[in-house]
């Protein structure tokens, strides 16, 4: 694996790569893709299998430009339009009819096609220069912690893909929102970095599905929408506050931390001595920068090899539903 800067130069290199047929991780907002040509089928299988993600798990199309969406998708419904001109480029990702040039293989057969313009500079730049839309999931070995810093996809990828484009840390730090607006209303298949309150704003009534209300989240229905992911190799669980700070669930042995919202809280579970570590999302308790260090603290607790993290459910609003989404999936083995 070739590690790259994003000087123009590089970004030539790995934006020439992706047309060849290579793979390339790339910096996007949301977290480290791995980009292939999205209408190579040869180069979308070789992301399967660097992932080893299951071949009916669909990929993300992604563009750099409004008039490239048209080379993926049949069509696209005007509320889907209203969607894509307001939040566009975001973390957000529209399903929409797909147009048969787009091989089977990215969208797990499926006649639909996942489609997101990026606002990462460096991302934006890599597919401009490569010509053609790039099939990029998270770049991360599947089911685990999705990547929000080079390092991260080095560790977990390096042997398996050609270049690495290192642009620094995510700034959003979770994965695009997923609507399906191929439906009549347009239907939540992911939370995550577009808030669903903002989405609203654009389109009015969303689907929420059961397993997004409240704390209860049910088995994902969607394709790919598996329920364990994101996963340390830690057994981790998820509590409320008030039970993080209860010494009745205290577990028997072994190392264990505590991954919870804010300083404050960080500070009074660091007093009651019961944890070997414990670590803030965000020091000043702000969701955005909670969002941004979730996947790094991940990283980091698995590291650090505890035998078990106990983790606190944060509020279901704006980005605190992709984040309490997160961890309830890396809490299922
Ligand atoms: P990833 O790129 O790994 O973050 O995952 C992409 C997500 O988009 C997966 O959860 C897929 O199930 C979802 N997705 C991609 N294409 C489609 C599609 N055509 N219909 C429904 N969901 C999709
Ligand atoms: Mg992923």
Not at 204 to 231: T, W
Request: charged share 25%; glycine share 8%; net charge negative.
């Amino acid at each position: 694996m070739i590690i790259l800067d994003t000087s123009e130069e590089s970004l030539r290199k790995a934006g020439a790569a992706l047309a060849s047929g290579l793979l390339v991780a790339l910096p996007t907002e949301t977290v480290y893709g791995l980009g292939a040509d999205a209408f190579n089928p040869l180069a979308v299988a070789k992301v399967f299998e660097a992932k080893a993600r299951p071949s009916f798990d669909p990929l993300i199309v992604h563009i750099a430009r409004m008039e490239d969406l048209s080379r993926v998708a049949a069509s696209v419904p005007p509320l889907a339009e209203r969607l894509a001109l307001a939040l566009w480029p975001g973390p957000l990702t529209i399903i929409l009819p797909k147009r048969p040039e787009v091989p089977d293989i990215v969208t797990s057969g499926l006649d639909t096609v996942a489609v997101r313009f990026p606002s990462h500079p460096v991302a934006r730049r890599i597919i401009e220069l490569s010509g053609t839309a790039v099939a990029a999931p998270s770049a991360n070995p599947f089911g685990y912690i999705s990547p929000t810093k080079a390092e991260h996809v080095a560790r977990t990828l390096g042997g398996k893909i050609d270049f690495l484009v290192d642009g620094g840390p995510c700034a959003v730090g979770v994965e695009s929102t997923v609507i399906d607006a191929t439906k009549e209303i347009p239907e939540l298949l992911r939370p995550g970095g577009m808030p669903l309150e903002r989405i609203r704003e654009i389109v009015g009534e969303i689907a929420v599905p059961p397993r997004f209300h409240g704390s209860e989240s049910g088995p994902m229905a969607s394709p790919g929408q598996l329920s364990s992911h994101y996963a340390p190799r830690s057994a981790l669980r998820l509590f409320e506050f008030s039970s993080l700070c209860d010494a009745g669930i205290f577990p028997p042995q072994g190392r264990g931390a505590a991954l919870v919202f804010d300083g404050e809280r960080a500070a009074k579970l660091e007093l009651s001595g019961r944890f070997d570590a414990v670590f803030a999302l965000s020091e000043k308790g702000e969701m955005t920068e909670a969002a941004a260090a979730l996947f790094a603290l991940l990283h980091n607790l698995d590291f650090l090899e505890f035998d078990w993290i106990y983790a606190e459910k944060v509020p279901d609003e704006g980005l605190g539903r992709a984040i309490k989404d997160r961890l309830f999936r890396a809490s299922r083995k």
